[in-house]
């Protein structure tokens, strides 16, 4: 089971969505780069791409278009030459010259140099028995077939070239209480689809007649406030009481696998009654009216209550630690603010999720311990929010008790900042107490850990 945190506080909480997927894979640069003669696409362009490109690349899936067959890759060749290059493919901004994550996904040197001379010798084949095969994706879920699936409601996308995001109620009843391994999202319109974080409500018995009243949506800029968006769902208990909400059980971001520690970590239980909040469910622009009828998700059972549950805690805008100084950004200005947390009792450190918005530059966290000790967690040097992933470690990270967490973000207000929304900049703020600062044209300056408590031996316990 997670945190439970109270509800008020949490249904304000934005963030992005997770990255927990993945191959465990290599280190990046510092290598002699050694080519062979004649680089050919079944021996060494194939492997490298469905490893990398094709899990997005691929029908149904976040990419633009498909990387599945030679014919697909070489008509994008000399592009899939540039954007590896700089790196902007595939997309992984945590700096891996500081720390490593589980699921990592970045290219070699010698594979970026061999993409290069494959395109620029006009993409030989080469040997057809040396292809491997087209990685298989099962339909519907990329972990097996789930015990339940919850469906969303029907949404209705307006053309309008702008950005999409809805609050969601996605109630349920089930004949008990589970405990649950893991929970999936698919979303409907995977082309328009941009991210979604869940978090469960969960009901003691007696406090709710029926989970299905209220609003199932509410777009999010029409929110007023937490409580009142609450009543108009109708999530409250009975007596008009806040019921219990464990926070981030499920999040969505493209190309992202959903979240699986190694057996006994994590998870949390379903009570009978519950509604799936979602804050919030955001869906890129779209020029041409668009709809999404089949979003759901996939759930998982497990027989056994988490034997070493996880919990969360959020650094800096509507967390536990405030962000200094205050969140102001003036135009045609960089700024730097940071984040000091004390850490009271030993954590085992899991995974990291920073987060941003447009103005973002830079972020970087580490821990000193009492000992004056530094413990990297991840740096971003160019911040993209358009990839936010919960980073997990290859192998847990402990936090000894009386350590500081520090955070140090930069954000860049000047027109150099070719994501910046306004022209000419504008005093940006973070609005923290009002639904809008989830809205991208408002700031934010967040760190989210996912932890457990501390048990000798942590420090030798892997993830992957
Ligand atoms: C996590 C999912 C993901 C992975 C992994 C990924 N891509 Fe992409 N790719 C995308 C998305 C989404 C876009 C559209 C991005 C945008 O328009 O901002 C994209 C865009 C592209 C583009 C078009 C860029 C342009 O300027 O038009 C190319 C080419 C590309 N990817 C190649 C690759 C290659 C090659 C790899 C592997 C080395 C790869 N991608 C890995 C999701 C991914």
């Known amino acids: 089971m ?3 945190i109270l509800f008020a506080f949490l249904a304000l909480l934005m963030t992005s969505c997770a990255d927990k997927s993945g191959s465990n894979k290599k280190q990046a ?3 002699k780069v050694i080519l062979p003669d004649v680089v050919t696409f079944n021996e060494h362009i194939a492997p490298i791409i469905f490893e990398n490109c094709t899990p997005c690349h691929r029908p149904h899936s976040a990419g633009p278009f498909p990387f599945t067959t030679y014919d697909e890759i070489k008509a994008k060749a000399k592009t899939i030459s540039k954007v590896t290059q700089s790196r902007f493919m595939p997309p992984w901004p945590a700096d891996p010259t500081y720390t490593n994550f589980k699921g990592e996904r970045i290219l070699t040197v010698t594979e970026i140099a061999m993409i290069k001379k494959w395109v620029e010798d006009d993409c030989p084949v080469g040997d057809v028995a040396k292809i491997p095969a087209v990685p ?5 879920s990329q972990i097996g077939t789930p015990d339940l699936v919850i469906n969303f409601p029907d949404f209705t996308l307006e053309g309008n070239n702008k950005d999409h995001f809805f609050l969601v109620k996605v109630p349920f009843e089930i ?7 893991t929970i999936e999202f698919i979303p409907g319109n995977k082309k328009l689809a941009h991210h979604m974080n869940a978090n469960l409500i969960e009901y003691q018995p ?4 029926t989970v299905f009243n209220g609003k199932k949506i509410i777009p999010t800029n029409l929110a007023e406030s937490a409580d009142v968006v609450q009543t108009e769902m109708d999530n409250k208990n009975d007596d008009g009481t806040y019921p219990v909400l464990v926070p981030l059980v499920c999040n969505y971001l493209p190309g992202v696998s959903p979240a699986m520690y190694p057996e006994g970590i994590g998870g949390f239980r379903m009570t009978k009654q519950g509604t799936f909040f979602i804050n919030d469910f955001h869906f890129g622009p ?3 009216d668009a709809i999404d009828t089949s979003s759901h998700f996939n759930i998982f059972f497990d027989d056994k209550p988490p034997v070493r549950p996880t919990y969360e805690i959020l650094l800096g805008s509507l967390g536990v630690a405030p962000v200094t100084p205050a969140l102001v950004i003036p135009p045609n200005e960089v700024k730097t603010f940071t984040i000091d947390y004390q850490v009271q009792e030993t954590m085992s450190l899991l995974t990291v999720n920073p987060h941003m918005h447009l103005l973002g530059k830079s972020f970087l966290a580490y821990a000193v311990t009492p000992q004056s000790d530094t413990i990297p967690l991840i740096r971003i040097n160019k911040w993209d929010f358009r990839w936010q992933y919960f980073y997990t470690f290859k192998s ?3 936090i000894p ?7 140090e973000a930069v954000f860049d207000n000047t027109v150099n900042n070719v994501n910046n929304p306004y022209y000419p900049p504008q005093v940006i703020i973070d609005r923290g107490d009002r639904f809008d600062s989830m809205k991208t044209t408002n700031e934010m300056l967040q760190l989210i850990l996912t932890y457990m408590e501390y048990q000798s031996g942590d420090e030798y316990l892997s993830l992957e």
């Open 2 to 4: 997670r945190n439970l």
């Open 29 to 31: 640069d510092e290598e």
């Open 136 to 140: 298989h994706y099962p339909e519907g």
């Open 175 to 181: 004949p008990e209480d589970k405990y649950v391994k």
């Open 206 to 209: 007696g406090k709710k007649k």
């Open 286 to 288: 779209t020029p041409k």
């Open 396 to 398: 847990v990270v402990v």
């Open 401 to 407: 008790g009386g350590s500081r967490i520090h955070v």
